[in-house]
T-cell receptor, first 115, second 115 residues
Framework: AQTVTQSQPEMSVQEAETVTLSCTYD???????LFWYKQPPSRQMILVIR??????QNATENRFSVNFQKAAKSFSLKISDSQLGDTAMYFC????????????FGKGMKLTVNP | GAGVSQSPRYKVTKRGQDVALRCDPI?????LYWYRQALGQGPEFLTY????????KSGLPNDRFSAERPEGSISTLTIQRTEQRDSAMYRC?????????????FGPGTRLTVL
């Protein structure tokens, strides 16, 4: 079974600074996807960024980028130029392609951006 | 519709009562998923459908939980003889065809409280 671990329960950062959220996962498979989801105080679940395991290039979406280390099974999220609206819970998630069609989530990390 | 909708948004019930939670996916989306999210945790997979077929129900905690999607669109998650431990946010998600390449769009959730 796949597992996802987010070891930092909480972080805070000053507005405009850069912050990195860590995530590790465990799988013996090769074909999978990794995701970061954001859950603001409104409790919506919003996709931030996605990484295909077969791609060596790290995904980027505007201020959000990932550092995907497949051998180390590590998938960190970097948020540049943090904004107050980035304050949220962040969940790392794993999806096994060709297996059970489910996202496996970590426990989440609470990020607070301070003015 | 514009997004995934769920009803009711909040449900308070007494222990032992049955509840039915409804999910209306994005129009045309083939795959529909149910997750449960306890406070302070990441969502946990319950079950998923492709069209009207329930493909995986391995995440349903016990036989008090059931789900259906009879016409391949709206889905209902039913919990019989509710218990206090069933209290959680129940989230529905849909994707166009399933698979990791397709984004899962989440609904706002139903907050269930069992007294």
């Amino acid at each position: 079974a796949q597992t996802v671990t987010q070891s930092q329960p909480e972080m805070s950062v000053q507005e405009a600074e850069t912050v990195t959220l860590s995530c590790t996962y465990d799988t013996s498979e090769n074909n999978y996807y990794l995701f970061w989801y954001k859950q603001p105080p409104s409790r919506q679940m919003i996709l931030v960024i996605r990484q295909e395991a077969y791609k060596q290039q790290n995904a980027t979406e505007n201020r959000f980028s990932v550092n995907f280390q497949k051998a180390a099974k590590s998938f960190s999220l970097k948020i540049s130029d943090s904004q107050l609206g980035d304050t949220a819970m962040y969940f790392c998630a794993f999806f096994l392609q060709g297996g059970s069609e489910k996202l496996v989530f970590g426990k989440g990390m609470k990020l607070t951006v301070n003015p | 519709g514009a997004g995934v909708s769920q009803s009711p948004r909040y449900k308070v019930t007494k222990r032992g009562q049955d509840v039915a939670l409804r999910c209306d996916p994005i129009s045309g989306h083939v795959s529909l998923y149910w997750y449960r999210q306890a406070l302070g945790q990441g969502p946990e997979f319950l079950t998923y459908f492709n069209y009207e077929a329930q493909q995986d129900k391995s995440g349903l905690p016990n036989d008090r939980f059931s789900a259906e999607r009879p016409e391949g669109s709206i889905s209902t998650l039913t919990i019989q003889r509710t218990e206090q431990r069933d209290s959680a946010m129940y989230r529905c998600a849909s994707s166009l065809y399933g698979g990791g390449a397709d984004e899962q769009f989440f609904g706002p959730g139903t907050r269930l409280t069992v007294l």
